[in-house]
């Protein structure tokens, strides 16, 4: 009892001090949140007048994956879903299944089919790209001592490179999708020399072409390492799976000018602008399920028709002006494999809408 008193005593001596304090924090707490508001309405205002591109990701590996034929689902988000922008992927393991023996025939396809209606094609390049595992190791490479490695990841590359910088369609690369986020994917550590390497290599090869280096959905922090790109990319999860503390569902608290107050802080301290590169449109599954074999019930839990339908909103609201969607194979599977096609007709509901509303292509 008597230390309880003795406290409240200390707290009443005090309260001039603590009420100081607390006033402290908040103004400071006030500044900071009006200091986001101002860089988010400021990058929204700065880019407003910019052309709206609508585009999604697209791999034939997850198409397959799917038990999809990768050039009738590409099809179909080009005539049905009229995208005419395109993230286009070229895995190592793919492009070079034995060692210095090239093969481009996947990318080539698509390049021709969207060149068939006046479209673009940015292209990730390099070890660590879109869809799981991340890094997509060559077969014959496995096992390699660091230094062997990224000699061949180089090798691949220059060969990638090559065959693309005669391309009029290919209007950017996206070099290493999501490099520095360690915890994610099944990758070797992040070594940003490395990096600045294969930057200053695309860079010798295609010195025109403009490179995207991307960042996670929740990375913190401006990015004023090197190396500096031509434009960053950043991705937009808003429902994933917990695996590291409640192991439940998680609604991200991020609303869009969140993702215009980051792509403003970016602008300032490094004169670079940005863009949306991977907007989630799918699913996120626990760990452990296997989404062929998941029901539409559970898949519904982090992404069904009513949450897809607001997304291609939520992407514009952000700010960014070239919006690359994620999940158009899982779009397309769920309506020819389980004969569900809410979702694609939600999507594409929401495109429509936004090509009317925005004018956008």
Not at 189 to 195: E, I, S, T, Y
Not at 238 to 263: E, G, I, M
Request: hydrophobic share 40%.
């Amino acid at each position: 009892m008597k230390t309880k008193n003795q406290l409240k005593d200390l707290l009443w001596r005090n309260r001039l001090i603590i009420q100081r304090l607390i006033i402290i924090v908040l103004v400071l707490y006030l500044l900071i949140y009006a200091q986001g508001i101002v860089v988010a309405h400021w990058y929204i205002n700065k880019h407003k007048s910019e052309p709206l591109n609508l585009g999604v990701t697209f791999s034939s590996e997850y198409a397959n994956y799917l038990g999809l034929d990768p050039k009738e689902t590409f099809q179909a988000l080009r005539d049905d879903m009229g995208f005419k922008r395109f993230r286009l992927v070229s895995f190592w393991n793919e492009v070079e299944p034995q060692k210095g023996v090239y093969d481009f025939s996947d990318i080539d396809w698509q390049l021709k089919m969207i060149g068939e209606v006046g479209g673009t094609a940015t292209v990730s390049i390099g070890l660590r790209q879109p869809r799981w595992p991340e890094c997509h190791f060559a077969p014959w490479a496995t096992g390699e001592p660091t230094a062997q490695r990224n000699a061949d990841v180089d090798n691949y590359i220059v060969k990638t490179v090559e065959h693309l910088k005669n391309s009029k369609l290919v209007t950017s690369y996206q070099l290493e999708n999501e490099y520095l986020l360690n915890f994610f994917g099944a990758c070797p550590p992040a070594d940003r020399n490395q990096l600045i390497s294969e930057y200053n290599l695309v860079k010798k090869i295609d010195p025109t072409r403009p490179i995207l280096l991307s960042l996670a959905n929740n990375y913190i922090g401006i990015p004023l390492g090197q190396p500096r790109p031509d434009e960053f990319a950043i991705s937009v999860y808003t429902r994933v799976w917990d695996s590291l503390f409640t192991h439940r569902y998680a609604q991200y608290p991020f609303k869009p000018n969140y993702f215009a107050y980051r792509a403003g802080l970016t602008e300032i301290f490094t004169g670079r602008k940005s863009m949306l590169h991977e907007l989630q449109v799918e699913p996120w599954m626990p760990n452990g399920f296997n989404l062929r074999t998941t029901s539409i019930a559970e898949q519904n839990k982090s992404m069904d028709a009513k949450r897809a339908a607001g997304r291609v909103q939520y992407g514009i609201d952000t700010g960014f002006r070239d919006i690359d969607l994620w999940g158009g194979e899982w779009w397309y599977w769920r309506k020819t494999k389980l004969d569900d096609p809410s979702v694609w007709q939600a999507v594409k509901m929401s495109l429509d809408n936004a090509r009317l509303k925005y004018d956008a292509h």
